[in-house]
Nanobody, 127 residues
Framework: HVQLVESGGGSVQAGGSLNLSCVAT????????MAWFRQGPGEEREGAAG????????YYADSVKGRFTISQDKAKNTVYLQMDNLKPEDTGIYYC??????????????????????WGQGTQVTV
């Protein structure tokens, strides 16, 4: 199993950028799909982006497409979320997760979470 630790959150003005990192420790990083989720104040948790660590395929929620980029460094077992042109509605706690993925097109991004079993502690992003 993997353990996940996020970092890189903070406060930024609208239009600014942040780069989140998620380090996976433990066994089996390459077996997982990794994803970033977020939860705004008073809102449900929703998916933002996902990546298959093996093949590198990526998936994005419509709300972040064209502004956020998910990537990985396999040598460091680390997944990144580069967030550009940030908007106030991007404010929330951002969580890294590991799991099987797969619901990208069969449900809204709020339904992606059922495919993920391991979660980090979250990092706050304020725009």
């Amino acid at each position: 199993h993997v353990q996940l630790v996020e970092s890189g959150g903070g406060s930024v003005q609208a239009g600014g950028s942040l780069n989140l990192s998620c380090v996976a420790t433990g066994y089996g990083y390459s077996r997982y799909c990794m994803a970033w989720f977020r939860q705004g104040p008073g809102e449900e948790r929703e998916g933002a982006a996902g990546i298959y660590t093996g093949g590198g395929s990526t998936y994005y929620a419509d709300s972040v497409k064209g502004r956020f980029t998910i990537s990985q460094d396999k040598a460091k077992n680390t997944v990144y979320l580069q967030m550009d042109n940030l908007k106030p509605e991007d404010t929330g706690i951002y969580y890294c997760a590991a799991g099987s993925g797969g619901s990208w097109y069969t449900t809204s991004s709020r339904g992606w979470a059922k495919d993920f079993t391991t979660w980090g502690q979250g990092t706050q992003v304020t725009v």
